[in-house]
């Protein structure tokens, strides 16, 4: 009798210790880091011993330009531009929801990597004057919940897919409904701390979508952005921080500033139309003073051509460098990712025929 009360007694106050004891937290799936110039994913190369035509694809990180997946409009005048056309009305939830049924495709087809933006990316062509209000950051620097939530299924997911997210934080024409620097810094902040809270470990930090253009806070352009990135690097769990970097824009190579501060290095292609001029980018990048092993990932580009045996895709690869997918669209529901409503889906041809070339090149089709 004594042994089992005994007994008792030992499994009681193991019980109280479980309930009391604090729990450890999500565990995660998916792990993102670099080794020289390549990607490793749970600790194993990206691509595994992958060679498409002669060129190396393990280490790479093929991604798409999905800045759109958490998008609201803040704005009453202008939210009514982004309506279904079956409801006649947006629906930020429904987006989203659409973002994640969409996402396992994706991966099915061998895309590693997407770009997700807490102030999106603009909606509307290429447009200078953006009066819509799309932010997960408020004017003082807080982070609004209804976006974290809607980011936080997108990173779940991600994660549970084996998949990066290259998070990016401030775009120009959204930037100026921040109030000031100390504001902007109090954001950055508060969003690298929420990933890290949240013991994400797939998400690369982009600090700003191309840096070189349009910036109200000057703390967000050139000269002054590595500042950003140090901050970025500053903040840590337990040994952990973020790897980051910022972007600019199309054609441009970027400052020392960033290359000596940043984890990688961040191209964009729109406007380089020749593919020559891709991997001419790639290679005047290597060479800039700063510069050690690291990858170099285009997380923009809006040529395709993926039928034709040269296009900006495999000029990127033949160099040794990640590519991604922008495909902007124009809002009708069916073409593009970029201009709500968004139909997030292999929709059209081109979205199609990009991602049979991914398929193709890193030959994760059984995945």
């Not at 009708?332 to 409503?341: E, T």
Request: hydrophobic share 35%; charged share 25%; aromatic share 10%.
């Amino acid at each position: 009798m004594r042994a089992w009360i005994a007994l008792g007694l030992f499994f009681g106050l193991v019980a109280v210790v479980l309930l009391v004891q604090k729990p450890d937290g999500p565990r995660r799936k998916t792990e993102i880091s670099i080794h020289g110039d390549a990607f490793h994913i749970n600790g194993r190369p990206t691509y595994a011993g992958r060679k498409w035509q002669g060129h190396r694809v393990e280490g790479l990180l093929f991604n798409a330009r999905m800045v759109q997946g958490i998008f609201d409009d803040l704005n009453p005048q202008t939210r009514k531009q982004w309506a279904y056309p079956d409801t006649g009305r947006w629906d930020a939830e429904r987006n989203t929801r659409e973002f994640l049924a969409a996402m396992p495709e994706w991966r099915r087809h061998g895309l590693l990597a997407f770009t997700i933006n807490l102030q999106g990316g603009n909606p509307k062509d290429y447009t200078k004057e953006q009066p819509w209000h799309n932010s997960t950051i408020t004017k003082t620097g807080e982070l609004r919940s209804d976006y974290l939530a809607r980011l936080q299924r997108v990173l779940d997911l991600a994660d549970d897919l084996g998949m990066v997210v290259i998070l990016g934080v401030f775009y120009f024409g959204q930037d100026k409904s921040i109030d000031d620097e100390a504001a902007l810094k109090r954001a950055l902040d508060a969003a690298v701390d929420w990933v890290l809270d949240h013991g994400y470990r797939n998400v690369l930090l982009e600090v700003n979508n191309e840096c070189n253009v349009r910036y109200h806070h000057n703390i967000l352009k050139p000269d002054r952005v590595h500042e950003l990135i140090e901050r970025v690097k500053a903040r840590q769990r337990d040994g952990r921080r973020l790897l980051v970097s910022t972007s600019y824009g199309g054609g441009t190579i970027p400052g020392e500033n960033v290359v000596r501060a940043a984890d990688f290095l961040l191209l964009h292609g729109n406007g380089v139309s020749d593919p020559k001029k891709i991997a001419e980018m790639v290679d005047k990048t290597r060479k800039l003073p700063g510069y050690r092993p690291m990858p170099i990932l285009f997380n923009e580009d809006d040529h395709f051509d993926f039928e034709k045996p040269s296009n900006n895709m495999v000029a990127a690869l033949g160099t040794y460098c990640s590519w991604g997918y922008f495909d902007p669209g124009n809002g009708n529901y069916r073409d593009g990712y970029q201009s709500p409503p968004v139909n997030w889906g292999l929709s059209t041809e081109r979205k199609r025929t990009f991602f049979e070339k991914v398929k193709e090149i890193t030959g994760e089709s059984d995945h």
